[in-house]
């Protein structure tokens, strides 16, 4: 046509001007042709914070501004949710080589900032529409609107015929050979311009092989806005005509956008479009709705499977998409709480046939975003009892997020987690995007609050998390709080026992709560140093403690003591650690059978069972002897030995008094006369019998004031077989040849006890002060005079 030389696109030099640039970097994700525009995406973490491009042909390199992007095709957009930048360019815009509407080949420069530097990368395509042209083609871009139509229906066929009237009048009266442009507008005198006058207000003409090219930004002053349906929309309407000789050439073109920006309810993103935008195309009937996301189309029974909802209400098309639909992006922030948006990059294709069978087609560019939207994580307390160990899950962890660190019970640990920590971090990723993490904290882990549960009979875990999380990749903090509690048992440790001739053993395999209680004899702790006090062999690992208690030593209590042998019970108390309340206890009783034996009582009384089998003469019967007080005698005996149970007080005992010791001495004799009578030419005496008690006097009361025996303690035991001469038979000072020692309890008390002296040996006897001496004594026959010696050390 006679204009062409006005709206065609500039043809391209032979040779490209040369340029040095790197060659095309693995970062651009895709150069792709599409159905009526050519894309790139580049990644962000490539091009720096401020990416751009430049449109290249013979005429040199054109910088694409934001201006210049809309006016001539282009749309440049920062997706930081997709992470890249993205190029999509218009087949027909402004330096892109056209081939007969079939071949248009791009070329771009991408400059992207290393280090400081711009750095140019080259990118060239070639593309073919995948579909043919339809007679009229409208695009609603996110920048601008823009539409072309085949010559052969460049005539209106929808103006109204008062507006066309107007418009054939001004253009045959203001008509020149140069082409002129006329902007309608509701209510406004028609005023014509010059393309160059046009070109200078931000629109783009175009003639090409086989159609007119027609683009403008949005919000220029010669469009207007309007409501279809309650729809907003933007409409621009333009008419080329130029007089050649006596015939005016005259062209209607007309863009018409749907400017509604979408709302969200109840789960989707809805957005809605008339199916006629403008009374230009009142004849439109017939709609076929295709609807996509991220420039590619599908049609709309495959929308509707992928959750989409395309309706018409009257004459107006509503599409409703899940807001979390495929090919969406969403973004986690922080505000107080954990918040998500979905952002849905609309594509619409809307195809309408007019009365005389010709189409059109509008294609719609729309970005959809959600509100923010409350977006918890969740916990679940998974903890099996019978593992001990607290699992607590975080889920529903969005991709964007990650976890930082955990508190337990006010202790921070970073993740992830060293690994010489008793507790686990997992992750756990899931097929929707989302993620969680799985924490394992044994119940004996130090971080564990433990505390006995009177109520419940149990011991009770408490563990209270605080987990730290955050929005990548701004960092933006966040904080998901949990406390969970578990019941455990909670009985005090029990020991194993067993007999053995010797004495008793006690063994505990360890549990991790065991510490909870005290493990004591008596009222004193069971500690290393106890034990080595008062003879017991202990041994203490991490799996187990193991107890031998030797017969006769502290803590025992003995009952039932015949000559043939006796029970000894041993008692381990469980205490409180706070209270010192005894909890629970183990307690063992094992028969034993000894030869020999002494036991000291706290309430006063020896009981002894000893071999006479020495200290009788031949013929002799232990049934016959006696204490130093005659009328002492055994309480049972068999044909070598004698079991005497008295009072420390009684049957001519002797004390020996030291500074911190009291001993009760007796002795066993045989019958002297008997034995004279037997031995009349013996003038050497059989084996001699002592036995004592040794006692604390700390732990003595009114030892002296009363003839009543109280202590603390046990006392210790001697039974002291010596040989000596019949005519020194009472003598005190003896040295000991044979000497059995047995600290042993037949009575409890509930004070602490005092420690023995080991070693501890009698000395002389001194004559005692006139206190001692003025005590009063009993005569009667069974209960002794008792002879007192104070003992010095």
Not at 646 to 670: M, Q
Request: include cysteine; hydrophobic fraction near 35%; aromatic fraction near 10%.
């Amino acid at each position: 046509m006679a204009f062409g030389f006005y709206l065609g696109v500039t043809l391209l030099l032979s040779v490209w001007a040369t340029a040095k640039c790197d060659p095309i970097p693995n970062e651009v994700l895709l150069m792709e042709c599409r159905d009526r525009f050519f894309m790139i995406a580049v990644d962000l973490s490539f091009t720096g914070n401020e990416p751009h491009f430049e449109a290249v042909d013979g005429t040199g390199v054109h910088a694409i501004t934001e201006q210049y992007a809309a006016q001539c095709g282009y749309t440049v957009s920062v997706l930081p949710l997709a992470g890249h930048v993205e190029l999509r360019a218009s087949y027909f815009s402004c330096h892109t080589d056209n081939t007969d509407d079939e071949v248009f080949t791009f070329n771009f420069n991408l400059i992207a900032t290393h280090e400081g530097k711009e750095v140019p990368y080259p990118m060239n395509k070639t593309c073919s529409p995948s579909l043919p042209w339809s007679p009229r083609e409208v695009t609603c871009e996110t920048n601008y609107m823009e539409v072309s139509v085949r010559s052969d229906v460049a005539c209106p066929s929808g103006t109204k015929e008062d507006d066309w009237n107007a418009v054939v009048q001004t253009a045959y009266t203001s008509a020149a050979s140069d082409w002129q442009v006329m902007f309608q507008r509701m209510d406004q005198e028609l005023t014509p311009m010059s393309l160059a006058e046009a070109h200078e207000l931000g629109y783009e003409f175009d003639l090409t092989d086989g159609r007119l090219v027609f683009r403008a930004p949005y919000g220029q002053p010669d469009s207007f806005s309007t409501e279809v349906n309650g729809v907003p929309v933007e409409v621009v309407h333009a008419t080329l005509f130029s007089r050649q000789s006596w015939v005016v050439l005259m062209v209607d073109l007309e863009a018409a956008c749907s400017t509604e920006e979408g709302l969200y309810d109840s789960g989707y993103m809805m957005w809605a479009t008339p199916e006629v935008l403008h009374p230009l195309l009142s004849g439109l009937h017939g709609t076929q709705v295709n609807i996509g996301v991220n420039g590619e189309l599908v049609e709309q029974p495959v929308a509707e499977e992928r959750g989409y909802i395309v309706e018409k209400h009257n004459t107006t098309v509503q599409i409703s998409i899940p807001y979390n639909a495929d090919g969406g992006y969403r973004k986690s922030l922080v505000s107080g709480d954990l918040y998500e948006f979905y952002i849905f990059h609309l594509y619409l294709e809307q195809i309408s046939v007019e009365e005389d069978q010709v189409d059109t087609r509008i294609r719609f560019h729309r970005t959809l975003a959600t509100p923010m939207l409350p977006r918890p994580v969740f916990t679940e307390n998974r903890t099996v009892l019978e593992e001990r160990i607290f699992t607590v899950y975080l889920g529903d962890v969005p991709e964007d997020v990650e976890l930082v660190s955990v508190n337990l019970n006010g202790q921070e640990f970073t993740v992830p987690l060293t690994n010489t920590s008793s507790h686990t971090i997992t992750k756990v990723v899931h097929p929707n995007n989302t993620h969680g993490y799985t924490l394992r904290v044994p119940f004996d882990d130090p971080v564990v609050m433990q505390q006995f549960s009177k109520e419940d009979a149990a011991m009770q875990h408490t563990l209270d998390i605080n987990y730290t999380l955050t929005v990548l990749p701004e960092n933006e903090p966040f904080h998901q709080l949990v406390s969970v509690m578990a019941l455990s048992d909670a009985s005090p440790p029990a020991f194993d026992a067993v007999c053995s001739e010797s004495g008793i053993s006690f063994r505990l395999d360890h549990r991790p709560f065991d510490y909870l209680w005290v493990i004591s004899i008596d009222s004193d702790p069971l500690t290393k140093e106890l034990a080595a006090q008062h003879g017991y062999i202990m041994s203490n690992d991490s799996q187990s403690l193991l107890l031998d208690v030797p017969l006769f030593t502290h803590g025992y209590e003995y009952k039932d003591v015949f000559l043939n042998g006796f029970s000894g019970t041993f008692e381990i108390l469980m205490r409180d650690p706070e209270t010192s309340e005894v909890q629970s206890s183990t307690v063992k009783t094992c028969p034993f059978s000894n030869n020999e034996f002494i036991m000291c009582s706290t309430d006063g009384k020896m009981t002894v069972a000893a071999d006479l089998s020495l200290a009788i003469p031949s013929g002799g019967v232990p049934a016959r002897t006696n204490l130093r007080d005659k009328y002492c005698g055994p309480k049972e005996t068999d044909s070598t030995r004698a079991l005497f149970s008295f009072p420390l007080n009684s049957c001519g005992s002797i004390i020996k008094l030291g500074k911190a010791y009291v001993t009760y001495e007796n002795e066993i004799f045989f019958s002297k006369k008997l034995h004279a009578l037997k031995n009349p030419d013996s003038s050497y005496d059989i084996d001699r019998v002592t036995m004592q008690c040794t006692y604390p006097l700390a732990g003595l009361f009114r030892l002296f004031s009363v003839y009543r025996f109280e202590s603390d303690t046990v006392g210790v035991g001697r039974i002291v077989h010596s040989a000596h001469s019949t005519e020194s038979l009472q003598s005190p000072t003896i040295k000991p040849t044979i000497v059995l020692q047995t600290p042993v309890s037949t009575t409890r008390r509930n004070r602490r006890p005092v420690s023995i002296r080991p070693g501890y040996q009698p000395a002389q006897y001194v004559k005692v002060s006139s206190f001692l001496r003025n005590l009063p004594k009993k005569g009667a026959r069974g209960s002794s005079q008792s002879k007192v010696h104070a003992n010095v050390v």
